[in-house]
């Protein structure tokens, strides 16, 4: 029989396929429910300045361009600083 | 009794009100007088010094970022930075049992590498200084948008791009898609010129000048270009009262030079005898090294997911990973995690980031002297860069921010990186030298905010 | 002109029903609430949307008005008021109204006191010369104070005999709670001005960026209004004693009282109005102005907001 790639998917792929199926799970899971959230009085902690995703762009614009020039990955929260030849 | 202290400056409670207000009503900080009261920059500056051991490379980068609110939650942020590179970077090659001898990147000169030694290329220093605004405004009530522009130049690198992004808010708020698309180009233009990938490094030994000229100049390719278009979708979710989430899907196309012009491979003589793992030794009795090539193309896939979660006590747990997999045959999983210790007027935030990272599948530690073929190499693609190889980092790390009242705070961040390499381990003479040396780099950042 | 259904249920004060004055786009809802004249200014949206958000401002206004108000029988404010000591668990609105007001009462160095008011059992401001006795207030002394009380989220813990009132943030939240409600649900192009007896906000200019024009009224002629202002944006709020007063030899007492005397501030101007981005905000700093007597303007000047100071 011939060996054929369709059949033969090394564990490797199957693992990242099935990582990918997860997140979008995830995501559509979270973003599905609809009756999640809070009413606007509720919005108290989430205003605290402490409380948003990236609290120092100063910070985070630093650390990514040193993992930038120290790893083959980058980026992956937003658009962040732009390229340089570091890398 | 007494009366408040007429003299004492009454603004502080007006700020700190203010922010009380917004607790209250449950509107973004923006909507307040505090930090971005339309009509005031709101700055941040910050030096960071950054350092690697064994005499790698040392950086000091200043930063200034500044934001100037307008009505109607609109922002404009201006930020510059800087930094001055110094120090060395292991070039590709392998180290070895003998002395080693490399041309620099001009053609102008050459360092030497003693027995044993990692071969670092330390012939430059560089200092770049890079340049962004970023403008955002909501278009209604329901969406908004974003436009940024990014330039930046150190002597040998042209970088500069353009991003936009539009928003969209669902369930009062609670829910926000994001999509954004970023286009660049960076303009290489290395010391010497790009060499031509997989050509070997001319070494100015055994031969006359005129002849070393001639071959460096053989081995040029002119300037070159590589475009990147990235592309994100995001989702933001309130989960409850304490928690919010982030998903990111990212993709990223870059085409055009995307080698390094500075790395090289060793080729490794395989041909049984006394020479059987050492340098291949070229017909001018110079070791054979030759210039890096990776593929002209390069998808990006990442996936990232974050989350904010407040305590009873105010403190914030900050966790997030990352998943990326590209076409060079790379996956990387990169775990972070901080936590926000509040006290009265300061705060303690520790971090601890977990990276993972497979090979390259054009990553090659060295190339055998069958696979260089005498100067026709039967491969098209190599690189011994190591930030492509089998990679872990650990990075431990600490903030620690003291708030003078609500805009001006001071802050101080010490990090600490651990990264260790794998690969193949080499034969004969090459098994015994040791090819995946640690990194271990350290940087702090002074930052003040007001 | 028409009159808005407002179920029973939703109305348990059983004021009046709204009534709905205007055409076209431009909209007056009027209503009561919390003693006062509530009006509901609509303009750039059509009379269906403006009969709905009339209906929703005086629903939610009657809400609050129920919920924090010490007048009504068995509601959160009437148990915590009764509860001899014993500990209450409050709902998150209410947590976060008692966070407000420790943060205002620590911002105020204990000006501001939401325990202060059982002080009216000995003052009447009833423009005459009758004052309480130095005894009278004393002993009342001993039941103000919110360093008496044990507020840790959810359980308010009031001993026996004290009182809380949030008369003095009540009428801005709402008018602030009411009109961020509004903007959410307002079609586009619609603006709205929601006025609680005074206390304003808006949600923006007028369509074709018109202003709302507001009037400040003059505490000597007790009617009409001495100056107007352009309102686009923001809000508005007085604290003043027009009509609560006692006037003996010649001098005057504010209804505002320092929590730690139990007497009136010394020198405190007749009435104060500030404009910030919320009615919430502009109250509390109009309430802090006056708390500080004679420096009132002093403080003001250094919060870079506009405000109106009368003496």
């Known amino acids: 029989m011939p060996d054929s790639r369709l059949f033969h998917r090394p564990l490797k792929q199957t693992r990242r396929a099935l990582t990918l199926i997860a997140f979008f799970a995830a995501i559509s899971v979270t973003a599905g429910c609809s009756n999640l959230g809070v009413k606007p009085w509720e919005r108290g902690l989430l205003a605290d300045p402490d409380m948003q995703l990236t609290v120092s762009g100063v910070d985070a614009g630093l650390d990514d361009h040193i993992y930038f020039s120290k790893e083959a990955s980058s980026g992956g929260r937003g658009f962040g600083g732009g390229g340089c030849g570091c890398n | 009794m007494q009366l408040i202290n007429s003299s004492k400056n009454g603004k502080p409670v007006g700020r700190a009100l203010a922010a009380a207000t917004c607790a209250l009503l449950g509107v973004q900080a923006t909507d307040s007088l505090a930090k971005g009261q339309p009509g005031e920059w709101d700055v941040e500056t910050a030096l960071l010094v950054y350092s690697e051991t064994d005499d790698r490379v040392q950086a000091a980068e200043p930063v200034i970022s500044a934001t100037r609110n307008f009505d109607g939650e609109r922002k404009l942020n201006l930020k510059l930075v800087a930094d001055t590179l110094t120090g060395a970077s292991p070039s590709g090659a392998t180290p070895s049992a003998l002395p080693q001898t490399y041309t620099s990147p001009s053609g102008n000169g050459s360092y030497e590498v003693a027995p044993g030694e990692a071969p670092l290329d330390d012939t430059f220093k560089d200092t770049r200084v890079a340049v962004s605004a970023n403008w955002e405004a909501p278009i209604n009530r329901d969406y908004a948008y974003s436009v940024g522009a990014y330039g930046s130049r150190e002597y040998d690198y042209i970088s500069t791009a353009v991003n936009g992004t539009l928003s969209r808010y669902l ?21 010497g010129g790009a060499p031509v990938g997989l050509s070997r490094m001319p070494i100015n030994s055994n031969k006359s000048q005129a002849d070393f000229d001639q071959e460096f100049a053989a081995t040029r390719e002119s300037d070159d270009t590589k475009t990147v278009v990235d592309a994100l979708f995001g989702v933001t979710q309130v989960i409850n009262r304490q928690t919010l989430m982030q998903f990111t899907y990212g993709v990223s196309y870059s085409s055009g030079y995307l080698t390094d ?3 090289i491979l060793s080729v490794i003589d395989d041909a049984g005898g006394a020479n059987y793992g050492g340098n291949l030794v070229g017909s001018d009795g110079n070791s054979v090294y030759l210039y890096e090539q990776r593929p002209d193309t390069r998808l990006k896939h990442s996936l990232y997911w974050q989350t904010k979660y407040m305590l009873g006590n105010g403190d914030i747990m900050d966790g997030s990973y990352r998943f990326m997999i590209d076409d060079w045959g790379i996956t990387s999983h990169t775990l972070d995690l901080k936590y926000r210790w509040q006290m009265a007027k300061s705060y303690l935030e520790p971090h601890f980031r977990y990276y993972l990272q497979s090979e390259a599948d054009f990553y090659k530690r060295y190339i055998t002297a069958s696979e260089y073929n005498a100067g026709a190499p039967t491969l098209t693609e190599a690189s011994a860069d190591y930030r492509l190889g089998e990679m872990t980092g650990l990075t431990f790390g600490a903030k620690w921010g003291y708030r003078f009242n609500d805009d001006r705070e001071l802050a101080i961040r010490a990090e600490y990186l651990i990264q260790t390499n794998d690969g193949d381990q080499g034969f004969g003479s090459l098994a015994s030298q040791d090819l995946y040396p640690d990194t271990n780099a350290m940087w702090l950042q002074l930052s003040y905010s007001f | 002109m028409s009159t808005i259904t407002v179920s029973a ?32 200014l609509l303009d750039g949206v059509n009379r269906k949307d403006a009969e709905q958000a009339l209906a929703f401002a005086a629903r939610e206004a009657w809400r609050l008005e129920r919920k924090f108000s010490r007048y009504v029988s068995g509601n959160p404010v009437d148990q915590i008021n009764h509860s001899n000591g014993e500990p209450v668990a ?4 209410m947590a976060l109204m008692l966070d407000y007001a420790a943060q205002c009462h620590d911002l105020s160095h204990g000006r501001f006191d939401i325990t202060s008011g059982v002080l009216r059992r000995a003052w009447r401001f009833d423009g005459s010369d009758h004052l309480p006795e130095q005894e009278e207030t004393d002993a009342l002394l001993n039941l103000v104070g919110w360093n008496k009380l044990a507020w840790h989220h959810p359980q308010l813990a009031l001993p026996e005999g004290m009182e809380i009132d949030f008369g003095g943030i009540g009428k801005e939240y709402a008018v602030d709670r009411v009109l961020l409600d509004l903007k959410q649900s307002l079609p586009e192009g619609g603006s709205v001005l929601v006025n609680f007896g005074g206390d304003l906000a808006c949600s923006g200019p007028r369509p074709h960026g018109k202003a709302w024009i507001v009037g400040v009224e003059d505490h000597q002629k007790l009617s009409g209004s001495s100056e107007t202002l352009s309102l686009r944006g923001g809000a508005l709020a007085t604290s003043g004693d027009s009509r609560r007063y006692l006037l003996k030899n010649g001098i005057r007492y504010s209804h505002i009282l320092d929590p730690h005397t139990g007497w009136p501030i010394p020198d405190a101007p007749h009435s104060v109005t500030v404009a910030a981005p919320t009615c919430t905000l502009a109250g509390m700093l109009a309430t802090f102005a006056m708390l500080q007597g004679a420096e009132a303007e002093h403080f003001l000047e250094q919060q870079n907001v506009q405000f109106w100071v009368q003496r």
């Open chain 3, 90 to 93: 409050v709902d998150d609105e």
């Open chain 2, 261 to 263: 012009p500075y790395k």
């Open chain 2, 171 to 191: 369930n009062n708020k609670n829910t926000t898609l994001t999509g954004g698309l970023s286009l660049g180009v960076d303009l290489v233009d290395p010391v």
């Open chain 3, 9 to 40: 249920k939703d109305n348990p004060a059983g004021h009046p029903l709204p009534q709905l004055h205007g055409d076209q786009f431009s909209w007056q809802g009027r209503f009561e609430a919390m003693a006062s004249p509530c009006d509901i």
